[in-house]
């Protein structure tokens, strides 16, 4: 593969932000689009203004419904950020999500600690394999516990929490956090927003702590790393760069979770996420390429992310936006243009994609060609749905489709007049396509048109 090619790949990072419901996850996107100069005015959920948050029912409820796509810019690097819904009727969008993601940032509330939605979604990430580092938010609440966090992370996920930073202070007294790799306390400026940091000596009443935990972290790193292991038991210096080279193999291995703290709405711990992002988590070319049978063979292909290859993407989401069909694609090899065709093995159709569109929350930007290791829009594919893969009809490949669970819960539903019938029908059809986990039907013996999803709360958007 060419050099710039695969400079832009390496500089990737495609990621999803899971959590439970009200642990700041949205909160933490946000201001991750504000540093990296994506939004100029930092929505907040709770005045019904976060950028992530944009369909109408979620800035009145606050919580996170659709995975919405943006990309941003941080420090040379491209970041896709997947948002991704924390309340359990919506597992449907962390799953797809989670298909196409190669790392993800676990967001835990410092009072709440690992919940049950947490699990699930952890879990769900372990089954796919993916990387991930944590972010204890809202040290600046009541009753916020760093070490209580550390330990339901070992126990309830059966993770390894790499330590990185200390919290300085907590609650009404947070103020920053302790850097255990520079060994320096980072303090954010309120009349900045946080957008301005500076780094100071550790406090001396935090010295030895923070000594304690640095030779913690070494250990760890040195059971996995000969080298650091050499130069540990040498007592020999170990620089910055050898010890983000071996947390970052360590992380894509799937040994540990970086993990970081902050208070996302008071703009502190911010940065540093960012940069761990970039230094931490896999880029497409980090992780094992992706698998699909050959149709109508038994033969197995691997496709690798080399933008020279042949094209093949995933849909992992359809949505209707103002009466068309919007579909996200994960781009996993080969490049395609706007206006192109594209083949779809499992219709045996092949659709012509007219516009490709790189996705801020609910802005857009068209782009005329997409290549392996992006996540996009295509408007004008009519067949295509979730779970489908695209590709090109003369090097065809399946992808395994995503798995949805069965939907719950059922009730029934009217027209509020009679001749709204077929409408009502059509509408739910549209639902249906955009969200396998929802279903409906006539009931043959009462000819009332029942609908089921996931819970009372995915029923009634």
């Given at each position: 593969m060419a050099n710039a090619p695969r400079q832009k790949l390496s500089r990737t990072r495609n990621i999803g932000i899971i959590a439970h419901i009200d642990a700041g996850k949205t909160t933490v996107t946000e201001r991750i689009l504000y540093y990296t100069g994506k939004v100029h005015k930092m929505g907040e959920v709770h005045d019904g203004e976060a950028t992530m948050d944009w369909m109408l029912e979620e800035k009145e409820r606050g919580i996170t419904i659709t995975s919405a796509v943006t990309s941003c810019q941080w420090k040379g690097h491209n970041i896709n950020i997947i948002d991704t819904p924390g309340h359990v009727d919506f597992t449907?969008?962390?799953?797809?999500?989670?298909?196409?993601?190669?790392?993800?940032?676990?967001?835990f509330c410092a009072v709440g600690g690992v919940e049950p939605q947490s699990e699930t979604v952890w879990h769900q990430a372990d089954r796919y394999k993916v990387p991930k580092i944590a972010f204890v938010n809202k040290m600046d609440r009541l009753g916020a516990d760093f070490f209580r966090v550390v330990e339901?992370?070992?126990?309830?996920?059966?993770?390894?929490?790499?330590?990185l930073?200390?919290?300085?202070?907590?609650?009404?007294?947070?103020?920053?956090?302790?850097?255990?790799?520079?060994?320096?306390?980072?303090?954010?400026?309120?009349?900045?927003?946080?957008?301005?940091?500076?780094?100071?000596?550790?406090?001396?009443?935090?010295?030895d702590q923070a000594a304690e935990y640095r030779d913690k972290l070494l250990e760890t790193l040195a059971d996995k790393d000969d080298s650091i292991m050499e130069k540990y038991l040498a007592e020999e210096d170990i620089s910055d760069d050898e010890i983000h080279k071996a947390i970052r193999k360590a992380?894509?291995?799937?040994e540990f979770v970086p993990l970081l703290c902050g208070a996302a709405l008071r703009n502190k711990g911010i940065q540093p996420l960012i940069d761990a992002i970039v230094s931490y988590l896999p880029s497409p070319l980090d992780i094992p390429p992706i698998v699909g049978d050959i149709p109508d063979s038994d033969a197995k292909?691997?496709?690798?992310?080399?933008?020279?290859?042949p094209f093949s993407a995933l849909v992992f989401k359809v949505?209707?936006?103002?009466?068309?069909?919007?579909?996200?694609?994960?781009?996993?090899?080969?490049?395609?243009?706007?206006?192109?065709?594209?083949y779809n093995p499992r219709k045996k159709a092949k659709e012509k994609l007219a516009r490709l569109l790189r996705m801020h929350s609910n802005k857009r930007e068209r782009i005329n060609e997409a290549s392996a290791g992006d996540i996009v829009a295509a408007m004008g594919l009519k067949l295509a749905s979730t779970g489908d893969t695209l590709c090109s009809e003369d090097k065809p490949i399946l992808f395994e489709p995503i798995e949805f669970k069965d939907p719950v819960i059922t009730m029934a539903v009217e027209p509020k007049k009679v001749q709204d019938h077929d409408r009502l029908i059509e509408a739910l059809n549209k639902l249906a396509d955009e969200d396998p986990t929802f279903k409906h039907k006539i009931d043959d013996e009462t000819g009332q048109i029942v609908i089921s999803g996931m819970g009372e709360l995915h029923l009634e958007v």
């Amino acid at each position: 593969m060419a050099n710039a090619p695969r400079q832009k790949l390496s500089r990737t990072r495609n990621i999803g932000i899971i959590a439970h419901i009200d642990a700041g996850k949205t909160t933490v996107t946000e201001r991750i689009l504000y540093y990296t100069g994506k939004v100029h005015k930092m929505g907040e959920v709770h005045d019904g203004e976060a950028t992530m948050d944009w369909m109408l029912e979620e800035k009145e409820r606050g919580i996170t419904i659709t995975s919405a796509v943006t990309s941003c810019q941080w420090k040379g690097h491209n970041i896709n950020i997947i948002d991704t819904p924390g309340h359990v009727d919506f597992t449907i969008e962390v799953e797809r999500a989670l298909r196409v993601l190669d790392g993800a940032i676990g967001v835990f509330c410092a009072v709440g600690g690992v919940e049950p939605q947490s699990e699930t979604v952890w879990h769900q990430a372990d089954r796919y394999k993916v990387p991930k580092i944590a972010f204890v938010n809202k040290m600046d609440r009541l009753g916020a516990d760093f070490f209580r966090v550390v330990e339901m992370i070992k126990e309830r996920l059966g993770a390894t929490p790499l330590i990185l930073q200390l919290p300085w202070g907590a609650e009404s007294n947070f103020q920053g956090v302790i850097d255990l790799i520079k060994m320096r306390a980072i303090y954010w400026k309120d009349e900045t927003l946080g957008a301005d940091f500076e780094e100071l000596p550790i406090p001396p009443e935090l010295e030895d702590q923070a000594a304690e935990y640095r030779d913690k972290l070494l250990e760890t790193l040195a059971d996995k790393d000969d080298s650091i292991m050499e130069k540990y038991l040498a007592e020999e210096d170990i620089s910055d760069d050898e010890i983000h080279k071996a947390i970052r193999k360590a992380t894509i291995d799937l040994e540990f979770v970086p993990l970081l703290c902050g208070a996302a709405l008071r703009n502190k711990g911010i940065q540093p996420l960012i940069d761990a992002i970039v230094s931490y988590l896999p880029s497409p070319l980090d992780i094992p390429p992706i698998v699909g049978d050959i149709p109508d063979s038994d033969a197995k292909e691997p496709r690798k992310p080399n933008p020279k290859g042949p094209f093949s993407a995933l849909v992992f989401k359809v949505m209707m936006d103002q009466g068309r069909k919007m579909t996200y694609l994960r781009i996993y090899s080969g490049k395609v243009s706007a206006g192109a065709q594209v083949y779809n093995p499992r219709k045996k159709a092949k659709e012509k994609l007219a516009r490709l569109l790189r996705m801020h929350s609910n802005k857009r930007e068209r782009i005329n060609e997409a290549s392996a290791g992006d996540i996009v829009a295509a408007m004008g594919l009519k067949l295509a749905s979730t779970g489908d893969t695209l590709c090109s009809e003369d090097k065809p490949i399946l992808f395994e489709p995503i798995e949805f669970k069965d939907p719950v819960i059922t009730m029934a539903v009217e027209p509020k007049k009679v001749q709204d019938h077929d409408r009502l029908i059509e509408a739910l059809n549209k639902l249906a396509d955009e969200d396998p986990t929802f279903k409906h039907k006539i009931d043959d013996e009462t000819g009332q048109i029942v609908i089921s999803g996931m819970g009372e709360l995915h029923l009634e958007v």
